[in-house]
């Protein structure tokens, strides 16, 4: 799967791993973070989550229009260092006041516009690499190899989040408790009820419930701002990647401008053709946006559901699922294990089968060495789609090799249709278990098992990896040479819109059954695959 591609898409996917690791280390944790400083309800730390998205993913298309008039790498280091700041300012501890309000929504627009400059720009970057012919067939495996190496930074993130939470909450002899933000912030504004009064006086354990209310939520609060931290140090590492290696990749830093600069071939289109491929990546866009909607809810509801719905202990299998490092295990012996199948030579495949036995029995000794029954927090419920998606590109990459071998790969146009009816599945997962459920939860009330999150997210997981890899793919290939950057960030636009549409559950919760708001996303993804393939002869045809 690796073997024949170029240099320079190794570079960049580990350039972008670096900066997406510190992104999904801060994201893991905002809401939560919204919620714990400013007390915020779901619904509108819902809007903010969603708002924030939104701004990250739509800005990217200015981005491109900008790249395509002064060049693609200046804009990614650039971006770099805008994020920088934005992120340095959001790891600053604040009051929860209107000043610390006002920093944090500013670091939130540098983080934005930073992720403007560098996201969509570093993408068309990879794209470029296969516009020479010896590389083009690579195309789609290439952004799956690519998105591959996103996951991975998104994979450790909550992690890194969990375990930065764990240690500055211990170090003033505090633990994580999901229920003790929204007590503490019910205390201190007088709307407490009496069990739950009761409960916070437990958790205070003898001290004064007002000081150990504020206290609490100081140093979460402070957990908090250490994990967005970690997105400084990330991006560091991104830039001294980026730079080492740029010799690799520097000569697909060229826009159409710059090439016709220097007379280098480009690949000319008539109006009706570049009219004809634009309408096919408009169409494609107008249909992703459903799915963003839903998939995004991974950070937003169903992190709160993670928190008030499901068991917040995990015992028996499962416990090796919240084990970042048996994990990490688990994903590269899927590759070695397609290793040996692919090796050509003896040597190879015996030296490949070893590491996957070897792997195997690591992952399997860290599991032995857990507790029988482990404590979790709601932010490690979003490691299993990144790791999904590590573990499962090489199934991928391997099913469709297989099928391209055989003439029979289904176009990008219908991977995506396909995914949209795979996430529909997804959100039956979640309709059906949220049956019964009570809205608003009660202290007490019934909660679901790990499974149904862990499951959802599989489901999930395949839908991302038939959508978005391949959406990346299609943009990079039909986009006219002219408008590279702008149709790359049109892509993130679809996406930003759909982040923002992500609120709208949030704006339900408490309002209706949790089973309604689960089946209108499911409704949604199962329109959106039906409109698709409704297009599917004029998308079809762009790519031709």
Request: hydrophobic share 50%; charged share 10%; aromatic share 14%.
């Amino acid at each position: 799967m690796f073997k024949g591609q170029p240099k320079g898409l190794f570079a960049l996917a580990l350039a972008n791993t670096g900066e997406r690791f510190g992104y999904y280390t801060m994201l893991a944790i905002f809401m939560l973070f919204l919620q714990a400083k400013f007390g915020f309800t779901t619904a509108a730390a819902g809007q903010i989550y969603a708002i924030f998205l939104a701004f990250v993913y739509f800005m990217p298309f200015f981005g491109g229009i900008l790249a395509d008039r002064i060049g693609y790498g200046k804009c990614v280091t650039t971006g770099v260092a805008v994020m920088f700041v934005g992120y340095a300012c959001l790891s600053v501890p604040t009051p929860a006041n209107t000043f610390g309000l006002i920093l944090m929504i500013a670091a939130l627009v540098l983080v934005s516009v930073g992720t403007g400059l560098f996201k969509g720009n570093l993408q068309v970057l990879v794209g470029n690499l296969y516009d020479n012919p010896e590389y083009a067939p690579k195309r789609d495996s290439a952004f799956s190899l690519f998105y591959m190496a996103i996951n991975i930074g998104a994979m450790f993130a909550p992690s890194a989040a969990t375990a930065l939470t764990n240690w500055h909450l211990g170090k003033s002899g505090l633990t994580y408790n999901g229920d003790i933000p929204a007590l503490c912030h019910q205390y201190i504004d007088g709307s407490i009820a009496a069990d739950g009064l009761e409960k916070l006086t437990a958790f205070a354990g003898g001290t004064d419930v007002a000081t150990f209310s504020q206290f609490y939520l100081d140093k979460l609060s402070t957990a908090y701002n250490l994990g967005f931290a970690v997105a400084c140090v990330s991006l560091i590492a991104s830039m001294a990647i980026y730079f080492g290696c740029r010799n690799w990749f520097k000569h697909a830093d060229v826009n159409a401008k710059q090439a016709a600069a220097t007379n280098a071939p480009v690949e000319e289109l008539t109006p009706s053709q570049t009219k004809s491929r634009i309408v096919a990546l408009l169409l494609v866009f107008a249909v992703v946006i459903f799915f963003w909607m839903a998939f995004h809810q991974n950070g937003s509801t169903l992190t709160v559901f993670a928190r008030d719905y499901t068991e917040s202990t995990v015992g028996g299998w499962q416990r090796i699922g919240f084990n970042i490092w048996a994990l990490a295990l688990i994903a590269v012996s899927v590759y070695t294990f397609f290793g040996f199948f692919q090796s050509e030579t003896a040597k190879a495949k015996t030296t490949c089968a070893i590491v996957t036995v070897a792997l195997w029995g690591g992952a399997y000794a860290l599991y032995k060495t857990m507790a029988p029954s482990i404590a979790i927090l709601p932010q490690q419920f979003q490691q299993f789609n990144p790791f999904y998606v590590v573990a499962l590109t090489p199934v991928s990459m391997a099913l469709f090799a297989s099928l391209a071998r055989k003439d029979k790969e289904p176009s990008a146009p219908k991977k995506i249709g396909l995914g949209m009816f795979v996430a529909a599945c997804g959100f039956l997962i979640m309709t059906l278990a949220s049956v019964g459920l009570v809205m608003p939860q009660i202290i007490g009330g019934p909660r679901v098992g790990v499974s149904t999150l862990m499951s959802t997210y599989l489901v999930l997981t395949f839908a991302e990896l038939l959508l978005s890899p391949m959406g990346i793919s299609f943009v990079s290939k039909v986009a006219p040479p002219k408008y590279k950057g702008m149709m790359m960030g049109g892509w993130f636009a679809a996406t930003a819109i759909g982040n923002y549409l992500s609120s709208i559950p949030s704006l339900l919760w408490d309002k209706m059954p949790l089973s309604v708001i689960w089946a209108i996303l499911m409704g949604l993804c199962i329109v959106a695959g039906l409109v698709m393939f409704a297009l599917m002869k004029k998308l079809e045809a762009a790519t031709r």
